[in-house]
């Protein structure tokens, strides 16, 4: 994918947020959702407009890929190769929920590579269950790769 | 009370057209002061020093204007048998109950006892459940009140609880360890003249804790381009540190602390997440120092 065609997806990306949020404003009563909703909007047009001052710069500059891949990596953990990866000295933070290897290591909510008193490179299927059922958090999550028992 | 004719006027007077309307009620007998009781459990006092704290409104205006304070084991005048008699002279009546400190449970509440009533000692835990139930409303006032807290930290001696786990009734719940005087006293001024405020999922007003720390950090920018610091003292994210900015939702960004000075960020030290539910236990460690080097951040 080529530079600009790489910076049109994302821009039709957070377009497509803006519309979404847009909607969303009419359905909401409260004040606070409402500003929350309202900054929002305001992130993802200051998003929109780094975005098309970047279309004026050189193609050789590095663009950020976009957050969510689509292809599953085919790289296979273990549970004991997970347990390197545990965000301290150096090495990045995984998490595996269902399987799926995630990278967590710039993920906000895991400051220190530890969320809610569970340290990165292990297994949190069940914790995941019992605390974001219903919630889009994977979705936005990095893959790097399948849990594997062999 | 002036004609707000325009939005300069709305926002000039609508403030203090409010509060003149209250003393004029107040006056008139219209309005009457409503009973407040401020029950200190099993806790630090910090709640109630930092309510002493209080600029707007401030603790004068709370104890003379506000409320009549029926209440308070720090700040009331009667002592011993007598000062708790006076906390159950509000049974039967209209009071608002604000409570600091979890509730302990272990040992039929004896690790925790506030006082004598009738020759007999008196738990924190009897006198949450006798007051509580009957409250027009209740406030957990601190971490400890509102989700266990640092008096439920492991490994727990004293089996304590937030106030909501002993009470079946609603309880607006006001975490920070301390709670910010305005977030106490805002949700108490809303009730006064509005009654409840319009709460989250997990019963904490959305005017103080309708956003995180992470959305209103003056150092996100250096977040969002991965320009993170390495050490205490640094001006730079300190999100590899360890900083719960992300995972807690107050306006301690906006509304700072000790009349609006400074908050921890701002003298480059993280958020431990003081606020949020799981404090401390699952905040820990509140310092990192061997986390991994990233770039970007998501």
Avoid at chain 1, 84 to 110: C, H, L, Q
Avoid at chain 1, 133 to 140: A, F, I, K, P, S
Avoid at chain 2, 89 to 114: C, M, P, Q
Avoid at chain 2, 277 to 296: A, Q, Y
């Amino acid at each position: 994918m080529s530079a600009s065609q790489n910076i049109r997806t994302q821009i039709q990306s957070i377009l497509f947020e803006v519309n979404n949020t847009m909607n969303l404003l009419y359905y909401v009563t409260s004040i606070e959702k409402k500003n929350n909703l309202l900054y929002k909007l305001s992130n993802l047009m200051n998003q929109l407009i780094a975005l098309i001052n970047l279309t004026e710069v050189k193609e050789t500059v590095p663009i950020p890929a976009p957050t969510q891949t689509a292809q599953l990596s085919q790289r296979l953990f273990t549970r004991n190769d997970l347990l390197k990866y545990n965000g301290k000295n150096g090495n990045p933070a995984y998490v595996t929920v269902n399987n799926i290897v995630y990278d967590v290591t710039n993920n906000s909510a895991w400051a220190a590579a530890t969320h809610f008193g569970l340290s990165a490179g292990k297994d949190y299927s069940s914790q995941f269950a019992s605390c974001h059922t219903g919630q889009h958090v994977l979705e936005r999550l990095k893959i790097v790769g399948r849990l594997t028992d062999g | 009370m002036d004609r707000i004719t325009s939005c300069y006027d709305y926002e000039t007077k609508i403030a203090s057209s409010l509060v003149n309307q209250v003393k004029k009620k107040i006056q008139n007998g219209d309005m009457k002061k409503r009973s407040f009781v401020w029950l200190e459990l099993t806790g630090c006092s910090g709640n109630i020093i930092s309510l002493l704290d209080g600029k707007n409104p401030d603790f004068k205006f709370l104890a003379v204007q506000m409320v009549d304070i029926v209440y308070d084991n720090s700040l009331m005048v009667k002592m011993g048998e007598s000062a708790i008699e006076q906390l159950f002279s509000v049974r039967g009546t209209d009071f608002i109950l604000a409570v600091e400190g979890a509730v302990a449970t272990n040992a039929n509440g004896l690790y925790n006892v506030i006082g004598m009533y009738k020759g007999k000692m008196l738990t924190a835990y009897e006198a949450v459940k006798m007051l509580g139930e009957e409250a027009s409303h209740v406030l957990a006032v601190g971490t400890c009140a509102s989700d266990g807290g640092i008096s439920a930290a492991r490994p727990n001696p004293a089996g304590c609880v937030s106030v909501q786990q002993v009470l079946k009734r609603k309880v607006i719940k006001l975490p920070g360890c301390p709670c910010n005087p305005d977030w106490c006293l805002g949700t108490l001024a809303h009730i006064l003249l509005y009654g409840e405020p319009e709460l989250d999922n997990f019963d904490r007003p959305m005017m103080f804790y309708g956003i995180s720390i992470h959305d209103r950090c003056p150092r996100r920018s250096y977040f969002d381009r991965g320009i993170f610091a390495g050490k205490l003292g640094e001006p730079t994210c300190m999100f590899k540190l360890g900083c719960r900015g992300p995972v807690t939702r107050t306006d301690c960004p906006i509304r700072r602390w000790n009349e609006y000075v400074n908050w921890p960020i701002g003298d480059s030290a993280p958020c431990i997440g003081c606020a949020q539910f799981g404090f401390p236990d699952l905040m820990e460690p509140f310092i990192s120092f061997d986390t991994t080097k990233g770039e970007g951040t998501e």
